[in-house]
């Protein structure tokens, strides 16, 4: 299953920023303040406009969730994650996932999101998608992978997940 490309999927970016804090290494993680999954904490990002590169678009993104500037050579391509949404097929997402370990100011809440940092083995997994504490420890500890997640007709449980680690 890994890799197949699901027609229709909205092409997304997202970013880990990931950052020593108090001696520990933490990912920037938000609340969602709108929109499908509002009230859930995600990584930063958004849909790939057209005409814009997934590296464009997770700069733009990343700046308009957190108030946050990230230089694109900072970017690093870690993950392609793919949300499948049988019950509602109009959220399906395919996600270019990038890891930076820079950003330049200070995060911010916006509109879309309340900005938060989180220890990765401590995620505030009763907050987040109930497929996010199965990749996101595997990113954040350097993982490269491509992985299929299928939700439930109710759009919360996983029904299915698969990865396939980059060589």
Do not use: Y
């Amino acid at each position: 299953m890994a890799g197949r490309r699901m027609p229709g999927a909205k092409q997304v970016a997202l970013v880990a920023l990931l950052q020593e804090r108090a001696g520990r290494l933490h990912v920037l993680l938000g609340r969602k303040r709108r929109g499908f999954g509002k009230g859930n904490i995600v990584l930063p990002g958004g849909k790939i406009e057209p005409g814009e590169s997934a590296v464009q678009a997770a700069v733009r993104e990343f700046r308009e969730e957190t108030g946050l500037v990230l230089a694109p050579q900072e970017l690093e391509l870690a993950a392609q994650i793919n949300f499948r949404f049988p019950g509602q097929p109009a959220a399906d997402m395919e996600c270019a996932t990038f890891i930076a370990r820079q950003a330049t100011g200070q995060p911010e809440a916006t509109e879309e999101l309340e900005p938060l940092w989180a220890d990765p083995d401590a995620l505030p997994i009763e907050q987040m998608w109930q497929d996010s504490p199965l990749w996101l420890p595997k990113l954040v500890a350097g993982g490269n992978f491509t992985v299929e997640i299928v939700l439930a007709r109710d759009n919360i449980s996983v029904q299915e997940i698969s990865f396939e680690n980059w060589d």
